[in-house]
């Protein structure tokens, strides 16, 4: 069984519900929600940790008691902190609100995410690991690592996440690229055409070249927030690779762990910071 490696963001998200997301110009009054660990690398990272996975973690935070709270967290969580400390900025936030019918809307201060320096970065990678990526994290980064992962053997799973052009042969050595239907059709009007795209639908389920999951049902009762569910079903997806899962298996598992992730309340469960 191999080790998923994650590389991507670590943010602390500051949550705030309302009744319904505002119109360009409009104010509408919210309730505190609280302070989450979140960013979606932390968030792929604890879903591999809970779907059996050896997970280390690579990310840049800054100096800052968010930083080091963080750091904790994973080390408790049994996740192999490799992270950079970056006192020029603090460690990356995200601003978060959510509606009564659980939907929300981000706004991300990147932070020390974005001092994330390709150079010191060697993940130790080998054949049998799965290397999964986001882009909440400097770009020059996300290219070393997916090149250098690739060619020691592992393999790449590269979440286009929060959309960005890539060069064709990072996108190329991808197995899969993981994209949601918004991000699918940024992709579709590049000229990037990856080998392996599974595309997520939200509560529609996956479809992975010729294979696919219909959505699992989560009642309206039991909807605490769809804040991370994309990330947790990447995160499943990882380890189940990671675990020698075939393509159907590890979308059944990735499918099921993003319907878990709409139950409770932020991007992980247990989460405040």
Request: proline share 5%; hydrophobic share 50%; with cysteine.
């Amino acid at each position: 069984m191999g080790r998923v490696i994650v590389v991507g963001s670590l943010n602390v998200d500051i949550v705030t519900r309302v009744e319904r997301h505002p119109a360009p110009g409009e104010t509408v009054l919210g309730e505190a929600g609280g302070r989450f660990a979140g960013g979606k690398g932390g968030n792929q990272a604890m879903a591999a940790r809970r779907a059996g996975a050896d997970v280390t973690m690579v990310a840049a935070v800054g100096t800052d008691d968010a930083g080091s709270a963080y750091v904790a967290r994973l080390e408790r969580a049994g996740i192999e902190p490799r992270v950079q400390r970056r006192p020029e900025d603090p460690t990356g936030t995200a601003l978060i609100t959510v509606d009564e019918a659980g939907e929300n809307s981000i706004i991300v201060v990147a932070g020390a995410n974005s001092r994330l320096r390709p150079e010191p970065l060697d993940l130790g990678a080998a054949g049998g690991d799965v290397v999964l990526i986001s882009l909440e994290v400097d770009l020059e980064a996300v290219c070393h690592v997916a090149r250098r992962a690739h060619a020691a053997g592992a393999r790449v799973v590269l979440n286009l996440a929060p959309y960005a052009v890539l060069p064709p042969d990072v996108i190329a050595l991808a197995d899969p690229v993981v994209v949601n239907e918004s991000e699918m059709r940024q992709l579709a009007d590049s000229d990037l055409v990856p080998e392996s795209l599974l595309v997520t639908f939200g509560a529609a389920g996956a479809r992975w070249g010729p294979h696919g999951v219909d959505g699992l049902p989560v009642a309206a009762g039991e909807i605490g927030d769809t804040v991370g569910a994309g990330d947790a079903f990447c995160g499943a997806l990882a380890a189940a690779l990671a675990s020698g899962a075939d393509t159907q298996a590890a979308l059944e598992a990735a499918n099921a762990a993003g319907a878990a992730a709409v139950r409770w309340v932020g991007a992980q469960p247990d989460a405040a910071l």
